[in-house]
Every structure is written in C-alpha cells, then in structure tokens.
C-alpha cells in the first residue's frame, strides 16, 4: 500500500500537469478525480474559490492572507470566463481603459459584457465578486497576450466609456488619449455609428492635454460630413503637463501621478528653514541612527535582527567564514548588506550636500546601494552574482496588496522617467514622498524594494533640510496601509502626513 507521502505526491504530480498546461493552476472540479482534490484541498494545496473552482496555493499560507488570490486573480477571471462564455466576453470600455493604462489592480468587482451574461452576481474570494451583463460585447475584441483578459480595442474604448469616467479616473483617461497616435481609428468608428456626441466629447478631451492637432481632426472631419458637433471638455481640471505622444502607458501614468500628487504632498508636509551648511556634522548625525534605523528598517522586512548582530557587522567582527552558524544565518546577510548600503548612501548624500544634483546623484549611485545591500548573500552563496545584474526579469507581488507592481518590460521604460521626475523636481519634500513611493510602486527588484525606497527618500529628505527619518518597525501597519492607499486610489495624502511625521519628530537614538 502506497505511503501518504506519496499519494500526495501523486496528486501533486497531476496539479503540476495542470499548470503546466495553463501556465498557471486554475483548476475545475472536473479536470481532476475527487480523491486527488481532496486530497490537495485538505492539505492546503488548493484553495475553492467558488463551487467547482479551485486555486493552487502554499501549505504555509496564513488564514486570511490575500496574497495568493490577488497573484492567481486574472489568471482566473479569463479561465472562469473562457470556460463559461467562450470567446464572446470582455471587460467593460472604461476597466479596459484601466489595464491600457497599466493598472492592473484587483477590483473589488470585476464587471463582464457578454450575450451570455445572466445578469449575476458571483461571489469570490476575500470580498470580491464578478458581475456578468446579459449585454453585446466589443466590435473588436482585444485579448491582452499577459493574461488572456478580452479588452475593447483603445479607440472604441475611449469613445464607449461613460462620461464620468474621465472625471473619477483622470489619470487613467489622460495616460490613454496620449497613447493615441491619430484620429483615423478613432473616426472610422464615429462615423460608422454616427456617434457624434461622443465625438464631440472626445475632441474635447484631446483638446485638455494638447494633442490638438487630433481633436481638430475630429471636429473638422465629423463638420464636413454633415454632423453637428459640439466640442466639450469631460475633465473638471486642466493638466499642466505638456502633451507629447507616448508609447509606453507606463510612462505617461507616472508623469500623471506625479503631477496630481506634488500638490497633495506640498500641502501636507511642513516646510523647514534649515540648510545643511556643516557637512561633517551632518554626516555624523547620519551616522548616529545607523543601529536604530539598521533594526527598524529590517525588521520591517521581517528579519530578526539583534543588538548583538547590528554591533558585529559595524565593528568588522563578523565572519561568516569562520562561524558556520553566522554563514547559515540570512538575518546576518541582511545585516552585513545593510551596513554596506547604508555607507554608500552616506556617500550619496555627502556628494548631495557638496552640490551635486539629487537627482542625478540617485540615479548614478542607486545601483551601488543596492549591489551593495546583496553582496554579502552573494559572497554566501546564496544569491547569484548575475542577480544583482540590473533591474528584475520576472514578475514580483507584495504580499497581500491589491497593487500589482510593474511588468519586467514596463519597468526599463518606468525607471528613466521616475529619475527625470526626481531631476525636474525642485522641492525636496516632493521628492522624498513621491520618490520613495513611485519606487516601490514600480518595484523594479525581486527583493529589498523597500529598503532602497527609504534609502533614497532619506537622501531626499537631506538634500531639502530635513533629519534622516525612521520608520518605526511598531508602525509597520500604518506604513504599509498608507502605500497601499496611495497605489490603489491614487491617494498620497495618508502617505505623506506618515511621512512628514517622522521627520518633523525623528526617532529617539535609543533602541
């Protein structure tokens, strides 16, 4: 009789044959025997996402922990939506305009279009649900080659969706109109649905963010063949970003976010008279929250860093070749990597403070910081030295967020234009908040994300005046909810006054 090992590793076996078919185990009852989903079910390799549908997950997963639904989300919406309404489905005009845009948030309702639709609620996991619409979908369905989601094409999206969506989403609406090259697309579907109020609006769209030469386009071509047009803008506010034509929705997102926030963070975060005359003295102040801020910012991390370790890795005591135990040790590797990154970033600020460009020091020296960060687990064995290559080639997740952080490609066209925003950008408290965030945001590395956001928002921080800022491990959530609300609702406010909060009142140098 087969042991229970491998009875699960059999069942295992047919769950690892079906992710492989699919790329990702999405699995429906009636792909696999009832014994061997059971079996993976009780032992927490599945998770029931609704009847009859199921989820692969880790054993170890913490009870209510969102992560793996949010990481297995559109993986599922398009094989549940395959599998029920075929190719005939898709999303609606403006949550299209959403994923063009790059914003792949899991929402709390995903709403389907389909002549298949029955007009009903699905529950699903962790209080989201999927509404499908008995309703015509797309003239031109798009199917996005990341996950398989069924979109409207750009143009008829822009021209379908609801009028207020370019009030409740600005900068979504705003990041897709740049990615249009012309009006032609766009006008062969005014025309052939005679859609002139749309057309109207849309002109008036183009006309908000300056591509005039597309809504005069519209006007002219639409007057000439009989309609009575009549321009409107939809946007309550006027962008003060010059229009230029975009290719990546990255990138025209970020400048976006960027220029709607600054006023938020400028009205939330108290300016300072101070200017860092004394560059020595500066840099030893630095230099005296390196244990406290060694253990908040790692802690924050989840590692489990001591007094004792902090200490030894400062003071050159520690030797991972001759302590077998320190060499076992990934707190240790983290330690020792910090200590490092943490005087290269006083090197960075010191050139800062010596008159060089913030932005420019952070964009040349942010790659030594985080070389420097993973050394040690290198000269371990631990990672690869081709892991500290450059930014990320797969696909990163943050622990229970509804964000999803920047695709491997889309971070090579978002990382240039976050150090453009840091070089134009001539207030330091703006900087500071909006640099720390846009990083992490953007995530551009598959680990130590958040110490290199704190690193370069304390740069920041110094080169306006500021104290170097801690972030307390005990205020762990509180940091971590204002992120999150920030990179979902599009929300710095929260984000900001946290921050301001530190470095109005800097931690006591005590521990």
Not at 77 to 91: E, Q, V
Not at 221 to 247: A, C, N, Q
Not at 297 to 312: M, N
């Amino acid at each position: 009789m087969a042991a229970i090992q491998e009875k699960l590793a059999e069942s295992l076996t047919i769950l690892q044959n079906l992710q492989n078919e699919s790329g990702f185990a999405i699995v429906k009852s009636s792909e696999i025997s009832r014994t061997h989903m059971e079996r993976l079910v009780s032992n927490s390799f599945l998770q029931e996402v609704m009847k009859g549908w199921y989820i692969s997950a880790r054993p170890d997963s913490v009870p209510g922990d969102t992560t793996n639904w949010y990481t297995s989300y559109w993986y599922f919406i398009t094989a549940y939506c395959n599998s029920r309404f075929g190719k005939d489905w898709c999303l609606t005009p403006d949550h299209s305009l959403s994923i063009y845009s790059g914003n792949w948030i899991v929402p709390t309702q995903v709403i389907i279009r389909s002549p298949k639709g029955a007009n009903n609620v699905v529950k699903l996991m962790h209080k989201t649900s999927l509404l499908d619409i008995k309703v015509s979908v797309a003239n031109s369905i798009y199917t996005e080659p990341r996950f398989g989601i069924n979109l409207y094409s750009l143009p008829e999206a822009l021209i379908e969706c609801s009028p207020d969506f370019f009030k409740s989403d600005s900068i979504t609406a705003r990041t897709c109109l740049s990615l249009i090259a012309d009006a032609s697309d766009l006008l062969t579907i005014l025309l052939e649905k005679g859609q002139s109020t749309k057309a109207g609006r849309l002109a008036g769209a183009f006309r908000n963010i300056g591509h005039t030469v597309v809504a005069n386009e519209i006007v002219s071509t639409m007057k000439s063949l009989g309609y009575d047009i009549r321009e409107e803008d939809p946007f309550e506010d006027k962008t003060t970003i010059s229009y230029s034509r975009e290719t990546s929705p990255y990138v025209a997102r970020l400048k976006l976010m960027w220029n709607n926030m600054r006023e938020a963070v400028i009205a939330n975060f108290p300016e300072t008279n101070n200017v860092y005359t004394d560059i020595d003295a500066c840099m030893n102040d630095i230099e005296a929250q390196y244990k406290l801020d060694a253990y908040h910012s790692l802690s924050i991390e989840g590692y489990r860093v001591t007094d004792e370790l902090i200490e030894k890795v400062k003071s050159g005591n520690w030797q991972p070749d001759a302590n077998s135990n320190d060499a076992e040790q990934k707190n240790a590797m983290a330690a020792r990597g910090y200590y490092q990154a943490f005087e290269s970033v006083k090197s960075s600020i010191k050139s800062i403070l010596e008159g060089k460009s913030a932005g420019e020091v952070i964009d040349n020296d942010h790659r030594a910081w985080y070389r420097e960060l993973f050394a040690p687990s290198v000269t371990a064995g631990i990672l690869k030295p081709s892991d500290l290559a450059g930014y990320r080639t797969g696909q990163v997740y943050i622990r229970g967020s509804q964000h999803t952080p920047l695709n491997p490609e889309a971070v090579r066209d978002a990382m240039p234009v976050l150090f453009e925003l840091l070089k134009e950008e001539a207030d330091a408290r703006v900087r500071a908040v909006l640099g720390h965030f846009i990083f992490v945001y953007i995530h551009p590395y598959m680990d130590g994300n958040g110490r290199m956001g704190r690193f370069l928002m304390n740069a920041m921080l110094i080169s306006g005046g500021y104290s170097w800022a801690i972030v307390p491990v005990e205020r762990r959530q509180e940091y971590m909810k204002a992120i999150e609300k920030g990179s979902v609702n599009g929300d710095i406010t929260g984000f900001t006054l946290f921050i301001a909060s530190l470095a109005s009142h800097p931690t006591p140098l005590s521990n």
